[in-house]
């Protein structure tokens, strides 16, 4: 694996390794073949950008089960919608859709995703990596209001914001909800998602559903808890939505 000599480099904190990829492959696969290949370990970030996005992978070795580790996904998204909400204008708004996407002012701004070496729910994992992409810009001649379905931060407000201030202040924003899970649980997560997920006032089609549900919350491992017509309540497991890499 090559790393890219980058001109600047996001401000990581302390604890983070960053490094830059080469183009041509997504940070999150060469992210998953470094920890496969033990070329990267934990609080190894892989980080680039492109003239519309910012991308990010950062690899941990987790002390826990699968089952708890999982919990870095929403607590990735919870990191990546502070991140926003610091560097927005105070009138956006953002929220979250279930499993994994961060909306802003209602409409998508960025994805992220969790892989993990192979194993069962009670078994601790080698490593996982949890990786973030949020849209700066559109490409090219798009207009605002052009891409209904979706978004971007420079359509909302964050003009002058660059990939590196943008990566930068995603990753303090990820190391300070690591740091809350590891001294408070799961819990302020929980609060986090039960603030600003979607679907709360109105059913929304959530992803792996074939009818509309309203959402009634998060249990203590993470998991979805919706209503439908035809269930009172029911669990979307958060395990169902993470990536099981099968190589190790």
Request: net charge negative; with cysteine.
């Amino acid at each position: 694996m090559s790393w890219a000599e980058p001109r600047l480099e996001p401000n990581f904190p302390p604890l983070l390794t960053g490094r830059r990829v080469v183009p041509g492959k997504p940070v999150s696969e060469q992210a998953v073949e470094g920890a496969c290949a033990g070329d990267l370990g934990a609080c190894d970030v892989l980080w680039d950008e492109d003239a519309t996005h910012a991308h990010l992978a950062i690899v941990l070795e987790p002390e826990v089960s699968l089952a708890r580790a999982a919990q870095m996904l929403p607590l990735a998204v919870s990191a990546a919608g502070d991140c926003i909400g610091a560097l927005a204008p105070p009138q956006v708004g953002v929220s979250y859709r279930w499993p994994a996407t961060v909306l802003v002012n209602g409409a998508p701004v960025g994805e992220l995703s969790l892989v993990a070496s192979g194993g069962s729910a009670d078994a601790v994992p080698d490593w996982i990596v949890v990786s973030m992409s949020l849209r700066l810009r559109w490409a090219g001649t798009t207009e605002p209001g052009e891409q209904p379905e979706a978004t971007a931060l420079a359509e909302e407000g964050c003009e002058e914001l660059t990939a590196l201030d943008l990566l930068g202040s995603y990753a303090r924003h990820f190391m300070t909800w690591l740091n809350i899970w590891q001294d408070d649980g799961f819990r302020p997560i929980h609060l986090n998602w039960t603030e600003r997920v979607e679907g709360r006032q109105e059913p929304v089609r959530l992803t792996g559903m074939t009818e509309d549900a309203t959402v009634a919350g998060m249990d203590e491992d993470g998991n979805l808890l919706v209503k439908t017509a035809q269930a009172p309540v029911r669990a979307l497991s958060l395990l169902d939505v993470i990536i099981i890499d099968g190589r190790t």
